[in-house]
């Protein structure tokens, strides 16, 4: 019980940063003389430590163990956020901006593949759910700062000694994570420590690129949905700022309820229904977003999304094993972590470009392709477990 808890404050910590930067960007280009786009130049370092470090979760957790590796990452991320808070240019705040990358990748990575082992399907969409809680409440810090009339450093300062009590307590328990993963993780766990397969051998089979690219359009799907959908309710359909942005809130809003709930129901519809229905959701919430009409009908079809679409990540996660085998699940969700990288960045941007040069009631349309790529990837994974 000790480390459920433990797991479920370290996924409300990993979603903490990701929050931070929003809202403090303003201050912080003011406070050291950047522009505005500049915020590229972080994230670009970021995604790039965060896709590497993924990638390599795999062999770092048959090396070091769950336990060393989120301690030791997760005082990495502590490290590069004390960076963020005593910069004193962008010189600095880039080489910390990639080691939080690499910070986050590995802790990613690693609790995610400690909890498709350890962890059933309720409490897998009940920690996803938290991380959109860390994501929530990481806005909410900064804000509460800077409101008080404090630097913008105080933020990224007070979400470091976060992450650094978290590096401790992973740090103390790390032998505890090794015995757990050994009761609760899967059957041939032990056969998957002594003789790890050749990561050739993984990469040769089909079903992991299927999911790897699985992972890449769902990410896609939800990232592009909530980035563009304010655009699409104000200039589309018509609707006032504060309504569009509300309505975008709702949205995010929707797939943190959708993992709450169906936490609960998961076990009595099982995975693979409760997967299906939220594929099949996510396509018909596209389809009315896509459908002319009134602007009620594009708000419907947000919140269906949002809804549809909360366990497919945390399930698809879990289910990793069954696809590919115990042996190489470490391995290939590393991977799956790095391809929602991609997908999150390279998907909404393809779709931004779209819309510039059509228009912006193509996001529907956009949608309805992606979703329909999702559920034939995840249709074809089923048949080649």
Known sequence: MSLLLLAYCAFISLGLPDGLLGVGWPSMADDLGLSTDTVGVLLFASTVGYLISSVAAGFSLARLGVGRLLAGSTAMASLALAGYAVSPALGL???????????????????????????????????????????????????????????????YGLVAGAQALLAIAFAV????????????????AQQQTTASPRFGTTLR???????????????????ATGLWAFLLLTEDRGLSAAVAGFCVSAYWASLFVGRVVQGFTVERLGTT?????GLVGMLAGSV?????????LAVAGLMVIGYAAAPVFPLLTLTTADRVGAAHADRVIGMQMA???????????????????????????????????????????????
């Not at 909890?115 to 059933?120: D, L, P, Q, S, T």
């Not at 328990?173 to 041939?188: K, L, S």
């Not at 229904?273 to 229905?277: G, K, P, S």
């Not at 997908?343 to 059509?358: H, S």
């Open 93 to 155: 705040l880039v080489p910390c901006a990639l080691l939080a990358g690499f910070g986050g990748g590995a802790i990613d990575a690693g609790l995610n593949a400690y909890a498709a082992g350890a962890f059933g399907p309720k409490h897998m969409n009940w920690l996803h759910a938290f991380f959109g809680l860390g994501v929530a409440i990481g806005p909410l810090i900064m804000t509460g700062v800077l409101s008080g009339g404090l630097s913008w450093r105080w933020g």
């Open 288 to 296: 009315l977003v896509a459908l002319p009409g009134p602007d009620w």
């Open 273 to 277: 229904r409760t997967l299906a229905a």
């Open 205 to 223: 089979m089909p079903a992991v690129w299927l999911s790897v690219a699985a992972f890449a359009v769902y990410v896609g799907v939800e990232m």
């Open 339 to 385: 391809a929602t990288g991609l997908g999150g960045a390279l998907i909404p941007a393809g779709v931004g470009v779209l819309i510039e040069r059509v228009g912006v009631h193509t996001l529907g349309p956009s949608l309805i392709v992606l979703s329909l790529v999702l559920v034939m990837l995840y249709a074809v994974m089923t048949r080649r477990r």
């Open 173 to 188: 328990t790390a032998r505890a994570w090794v015995r757990a993963g050994a009761a609760e993780g899967p059957p041939d």
